[in-house]
């Protein structure tokens, strides 16, 4: 079922928000400082994974070209496939990472 505004990235983004600019900026412990910083962190990989469009015909059967490459049978454009496969994977988990190789 659908539901109406905010989606489930709005609300991700949402609670990222808050504590990255209200609470964060109020802690003084240390460790509970690295604790929500680790919940911002896992916050925005959440957000971008639901922003993100789910696997379609486009995308790799990265088992079925496992199984290809351990075969010897890789198709010719292979490492522009996996290129673009970790590319997607880093867009959601790390896109300041895939910044650097761009």
């Not at 990255?20 to 959440?46: K, M, Q, S, W, Y």
């Not at 079925?64 to 997607?88: F, M, N, Q, Y």
Request: hydrophobic share 40%; aromatic share 4%; no cysteine.
């Amino acid at each position: 079922m659908s539901h109406d505004r905010p989606t489930p990235a709005e609300l991700a983004e949402a609670v990222r928000e808050f504590l990255e600019r209200e609470i964060l900026p109020a802690l003084d412990d240390h460790r509970l400082r690295f604790r929500t910083i680790v919940a911002i962190n896992g916050l925005g990989i959440l957000q971008r994974q639901l922003e993100a469009s789910p696997a379609g015909p486009g995308e790799p059967d990265v088992a079925e070209l496992a199984r290809a490459i351990r075969a010897g049978e890789a198709p010719a454009d292979v490492l522009e496939t996996l290129k673009e496969h970790v590319a997607a994977k880093l867009r959601v988990a790390n896109p300041k990472y895939l910044e650097h190789y761009r």
